[in-house]
């Protein structure tokens, strides 16, 4: 299993604003994965976050909007740049964990709201 | 691409039992997992398919059959507990760390 922690849970900020969003993981795991919630809407995957190397994005994210790192195996974080109340959203870190038991784990959000 | 259709709500009675269906049209997937995520919380995994069939997990089972396109996750002696919103998600044969998700069902139980 895995516990994953987020910071900050909440946030509200000024459009034009940045924030940074921490995932700490109790566990090394080689991929982190960062998911947007849209108020009442599904899970969007942003990226994918492997140590040592350059995030990987999905289609409709690039990087100097949502700057990402991950300096070991236990943490990453997100960056949401120059923020519109369009990014208002919750912002969810997660991993994955295979083996003989294939779960995946979510970190309680980040509700984020730009105002 | 990917495109999962799932019912936007469901109403059953404490007690009682529900399925909640995912139908989706792939290119290919590695398998179908499900989630339950209770209003202001993070979503939880339910359960994962990587091969045809059912699993059973407690009250929960999910059943998935790749040559219907189809999966549905089932929900014995539904508590008030339960009643929270349930995703259905594919795992891209393209990229294996990639899930897209469906819309999701709001599932109301009531007393």
């Known amino acids: 299993s895995a516990v994953i922690s987020q910071k900050p849970s909440r946030d509200i900020c000024q459009r034009g604003t940045s924030l940074t969003i921490q995932c700490q993981v109790d566990?090394?795991?080689?991929?982190m994965f960062w998911y947007r919630q849209q108020p009442g809407q599904s899970l969007t995957l942003i990226a994918t976050?492997?140590?040592?190397?350059?995030?990987?994005?999905e289609s409709g994210f690039v990087i100097d909007k949502f700057p990402i790192s991950r300096p070991n195996l236990t943490f990453s974080t997100l960056t949401v740049s120059n923020m519109s109340p369009e990014d208002s959203s919750i912002y969810l870190c997660?991993?994955?964990?295979?083996?003989?038991?294939?779960?995946?784990?979510f970190g309680p959000g980040t509700r984020l709201t730009v105002l | 691409g990917q495109s999962l259709e799932q019912p936007s709500e469901v109403t059953a009675v404490e007690g009682a039992i529900v399925q909640i269906n995912c139908t989706y049209q792939?290119?290919?997937?590695?398998?179908l997992s499900w989630y339950q995520q209770h209003d202001g919380g993070a979503p939880t995994f339910l359960s994962y398919?990587?091969?045809?069939g059912l699993e059973e997990t407690g009250r929960f089972s999910s059943f998935l059959s790749r040559s219907d396109s189809y999966g549905y996750l089932l929900l014995q002696e539904l508590q008030m507990k339960d009643s929270a919103s349930y995703f259905c998600?594919?795992?891209?044969?393209?990229?294996?760390?990639?899930?897209?998700f469906g819309s999701g069902t709001k599932l109301n139980v009531k007393p």
């Open positions: 998600a594919v795992r891209d044969q393209g990229n294996f760390n990639k899930f897209y």
């Open positions: 398919n990587a091969l045809d």
């Open positions: 792939t290119s290919g997937f590695y398998g």
């Open positions: 976050a492997n140590q040592g190397s350059e995030a990987t994005y």
């Open positions: 566990s090394q795991v080689t991929m």
């Open positions: 997660s991993v994955w964990t295979s083996g003989d038991y294939n779960e995946q784990f």
